[in-house]
């Protein structure tokens, strides 16, 4: 990571100090050669992060903080051993009257979070099946909370604040592409099951990852070790179904389309898919999460160059060849 944002916002340049929002990494309550404590904390936002100090730490004069929230902080920067150091003057939690920029200060989705889930929930709407449409939106709505926050993982694709929203738009735009172009040619093909398929896909990852309050993950549930999101997303679905009296069949494909958006069971898929819209559901998946990882790291390459191995893309290197 590079420099702060934090440390380009002064209050008082003569002083070298700042104020601003940022998250805790980590913190330690610790003693100095005197017995005072002190809190020894590693600060972050979207530009970088740096060790802060907040020197003589009373309790009761300045709180508690915890690691994956977000504080305001009012600092002067000083160096040692020739890094730049927050020795923090004034702290406190956030509360809800702050307006607080998220994006400034960790990886998020490029829109609204709230907006993409209406626009995801817009096209249940438009669905002809009234099975599929009922599912679909219950589960929507029943989840629509942590939807609109959570990542699509923990390290790897769409690992952002609003990701699984952000990842679930992507896939839909790219599946009504590949629909259009096929749909008379294969005229059976099942608009409303590829788009529930998509929609829910990803929807037990919810409880797959734990996930702090500033929505990134920090970690994987008990279940989601066990388990993990293929599973316990085909047990979603079999309980929804069961709860609003879906036909089996309709539950069994959506079931299938869950077991085997992987594609193979390398990937952690228990079936590959084997009708056309499973098929549809599982490469749109596939190619969104190859694409954001592709751009993600292309980002930070110069035009000309090539990027380091990328081990998630079967170790490649990645060329910017610039053009657009």
């Not at 017995?35 to 020894?40: C, R, W």
């Not at 249940?124 to 909370?145: A, D, P, V, Y």
Request: negative net charge; charged residues 25%.
């Amino acid at each position: 990571m590079g420099r702060m944002n934090l440390l380009d916002n002064l209050i008082n340049p003569a002083a070298n100090q700042v104020e601003g929002y940022c998250i805790i990494k980590s913190v330690q309550v610790k003693s100095n050669v005197k017995g005072a404590d002190y809190l020894d904390m590693m600060l972050a936002d979207a530009g970088g992060e740096i060790n802060a100090k907040l020197w003589d730490y009373s309790l009761e004069q300045h709180g508690v903080y915890k690691p994956q929230t977000v504080i305001k902080v009012r600092g002067t920067i000083t160096y040692f051993k020739d890094a730049e150091q927050l020795k923090i003057d004034r702290i406190r939690n956030t509360n809800k009257g702050d307006s607080i920029d998220m994006s400034r200060l960790i990886p998020c989705a490029p829109f609204d979070c709230d907006a993409m889930f209406r626009r995801v929930y817009s096209v249940s709407e438009g669905f002809k099946n009234e099975e599929l449409k009922r599912i679909t939106q219950h589960l929507l709505l029943k989840n629509r909370e942590r939807l609109t926050v959570y990542p699509a993982a923990l390290k790897l694709h769409h690992a952002q604040r609003g990701g699984l929203m952000f990842h679930t738009l992507t896939m839909l735009k790219s599946a009504e592409g590949i629909m259009n172009a096929y749909v008379e040619i294969y005229p059976s093909l099942c608009r409303d099951l590829v788009n529930a398929g998509i929609i829910l896909h990803d929807i037990a990852k919810l409880d797959e990852l734990n996930v702090g309050e500033i929505g990134l993950a920090i970690g994987y549930s008990a279940q989601g070790q066990l388990l993990g999101h293929i599973s316990m997303g085909a047990t979603i679905i079999s309980d929804a179904a069961k709860e609003l009296d879906i036909s089996e069949k309709t539950s069994m494909l959506l079931m299938h389309i869950m077991l085997s958006h992987h594609g193979v069971p390398e990937f952690g898929s228990p079936r590959m898919p084997m009708f056309p819209e499973a098929e549809i559901v599982s490469e749109v998946d596939h190619l969104d999460a190859k694409l954001f990882t592709m751009y993600s790291t292309l980002d930070g390459v110069e035009t000309g160059d090539f990027s380091e191995r990328v081990w998630s893309l079967d170790n490649r290197q990645l060329y910017n060849h610039g053009l657009s």
